[in-house]
């Protein structure tokens, strides 16, 4: 089993940043097959979305809206994803959520998912 802990979210004003951390433990054998890992967001009422993905070598995907201002990274010797986002706005606010896939796409073929860490962004 895999159990993934997110860390960092909070209260920030518009314009503002934050950086979450989200990092695997667990089975050692298990860890060593994700590929895949990254985060999604939901805001209360909507449909869960992709944020960002980055693959073991380093690929790395957006949605176009965060483009620009968040960056996703990792690192693989503590089984550790980053977000960093920066430039927030109110439109961010949501419980964002760390996946792991054994696939190159966490966040649309999860095997692991974290609890959530929310995200507030005042105006």
């Known amino acids: 089993q895999v159990q993934l802990v997110e860390s960092g979210g909070g209260l920030v004003q518009a314009g503002g940043s934050l950086r979450l951390s989200c990092a695997a433990s667990?089975?050692?054998?298990?860890?060593?097959?994700?590929?895949?890992m990254g985060w999604a967001r939901q805001a209360p009422g909507k449909q869960r979305e992709m944020v960002a993905d980055?693959?073991?070598?380093?690929?790395?995907n957006y949605a176009d809206s965060v483009k620009g201002r968040f960056t996703i990274s990792r690192d693989n010797a503590k089984s550790t994803v980053y977000l960093q986002m920066n430039s927030l706005k109110p439109d961010d606010t949501a419980v964002y959520y760390c996946?792991?896939?054994?696939?190159?796409?966490?966040?649309?073929?999860?095997?692991?998912w974290g609890q959530g860490t929310q995200v507030t962004v005042s105006s």
């Open positions: 996946a792991a896939a054994r696939s190159v796409t966490a966040t649309t073929s999860a095997d692991y």
């Open positions: 667990g089975s050692i054998f298990k860890i060593f097959n994700i590929n895949g």
């Open positions: 980055i693959t073991k070598d380093g690929s790395t």
